[in-house]
Structures are given as C-alpha cells and as structure tokens.
C-alpha cells in the first residue's frame, strides 16, 4: 500500500505537476470567477518560471548532498559494495539490448570503479523495478546482468536483488543477500541526494554501511542559475520528492530519524 500511495501521491504534488495543474485549474476557474481564475494561473505559471530558472533547486539539493562526506580511501579493507538502483533504464534498454543510462548513471560508472579497484570485494546490486504494475516489467537487476561485462565486471560476480521497489526494501533484501559479519565494511553506493535516506533505511535494517555518494547536482556551497525552466524543474523535483521521501519514511517507522546523518 505504501508502494502505490507514494507513486500516486507523488504524481500530484511534484512541483512541475501541481504547478502546472494550477494554472489549468485556473484557467478553467477563470471562466467563471476571472479574477479568481487569472490569478491563480498568473501565480503559479510565475511560480513555475522562479522555481525553474532560480537558484531554488540548488538551495534544496545542497543539505541533501553535503549531508554525508565524499569517500576518502583510508587504507581499511573494503568487504563488500551495496550499488542502488535507479540509474538504468530498464524498457530502453530491453528494446535496445544495451545498458541505457539515465541522469543517475554515475552509479553505475561507480559499481564498474569500484569492482576494479577492490577485486576481493563481494558486491550486491539492489535493483527491481519501480513501476506502478511491475506486471512484466523488466528489472534493472536483468539487464545489470546482462551487461554487467560491458562495465568491466564478471556478471557472476554481482548478487542481484531483482525484488525491491524502494529504497526500503533496497536496504532489506540487501542486508539477507550480504549477510555481513560484524566489523566489516561496506560502502553503499547511490546519489548523494538520496544518501540520507538510504543511510537511514539501510541502519534501520541492521546494516551497517560506509557511504559512497556520487551524482552530485551542485557544487559545493553553489547557487546556481538554470540555463532552461525545464532543468532547472527537473532538479526541483528531485529535491522536494526526496525532502518528502524522508519525513514519510520517518513516518512510517522506516528511518529512526526525519533527516539521519553521519
């Protein structure tokens, strides 16, 4: 249940979404009430326009990302690497037989990096599919698998997790598939964005990880300008979805704190 609520909730109150509804609603009150009508379009399609070419987008990535430190390789031993989910297009890459990446990809560039520099590591990919009717849906475990040599890793190297949908049951079936001895270390690999909570659910699930942060959105301590509305809503997005993501989760009982930290 929680699965499906978040995708349809989510749908209706991403800003790009709920924006643009607005101004159709407005338009459509405007036929009655015009004032009422042509102002709330006004409001929202300039709401639109800040929230797409502004520096806002930054200003909500930059707690997210800066929240864990980049890793710094400090000579311990690395026993295992966890590499979310969510930088494969799954349907693309079907049809075109190769690994289709999207925004995300880095975390893929990070699994191949990653196998070659500690070759003893054990590795766990976390990736089902998210799609509302997983009815069909390839996951992106298969075509990790298929082509996980194209990365430079032996594809019976990985252990796949082909059943989570969310970063809850990321860190769930992960930790049965590591089953990791106490003291050894494993780095967890996903945007930094989405740090936070993936630490938070993966600490919630009994395992402890080292965070591996990659796919950085903005510099540090920059405000940047969009070059196009559509970018810079793309990244808005993102941030408010996860910034919501953490206090439901924490709701739930997923996390054991609204924004979990080192």
């Known amino acids: 249940m929680f699965f499906v609520l978040s995708k349809v909730l989510w749908f209706l109150t991403a800003p790009s979404n709920l924006l643009l509804l607005l101004v159709l609603l407005g338009a ?8 009422l009508g042509l102002g709330l379009s006004a409001a929202a399609g300039l709401t639109l326009l800040v929230g797409g070419l502004s520096p806002l987008a930054s200003l909500v990535f930059g707690p997210l990302e800066d929240r864990f430190p980049a890793f710094r390789d400090d000579g311990a031993p690395v026993a295992g690497i966890v590499v979310l989910g969510g930088a494969v297009e799954t349907g693309l890459s079907a049809v075109r037989d190769q690994m289709v990446l999207n925004d995300a990809g880095e975390r893929m560039i990070a699994l191949g990096d990653l196998a070659r520099r500690y070759p003893e590591a054990r590795m766990v990919f976390a990736g089902g599919s998210g799609r ?20 430079g890793v032996a594809p019976d190297r990985i252990a796949y997790d082909d059943k989570s949908r969310n970063t809850r049951e990321n860190a769930a079936f992960s930790a049965a598939l590591a089953k990791p001895k106490p ?14 909570r993936a630490m938070g659910c993966f600490r919630r699930a ?22 196009t509305a559509g970018d810079g809503l793309f990244e808005l997005d993102i941030a408010v979805r996860e910034w919501l993501g953490l206090v439901a989760y924490r709701a739930s009982g997923y996390t054991e704190a609204v924004f979990p930290g080192p």
């Open 132 to 151: 509302l009717t997983g009815d069909g849906a390839v996951s992106e475990s298969t075509i990790v698998r298929r082509h996980a040599a194209s990365l």
């Open 183 to 196: 003291g050894e270390r494993w780095l967890l690999v996903t945007s930094a964005w989405h740090m936070p």
């Open 206 to 227: 009994g395992f402890t990880v080292t965070a591996y942060p990659v796919d950085y959105r903005t510099g540090s301590g920059a405000v940047a300008l969009h070059a």
């Open 28 to 35: 459509g009150l405007a036929l009655r009430w015009p004032r």
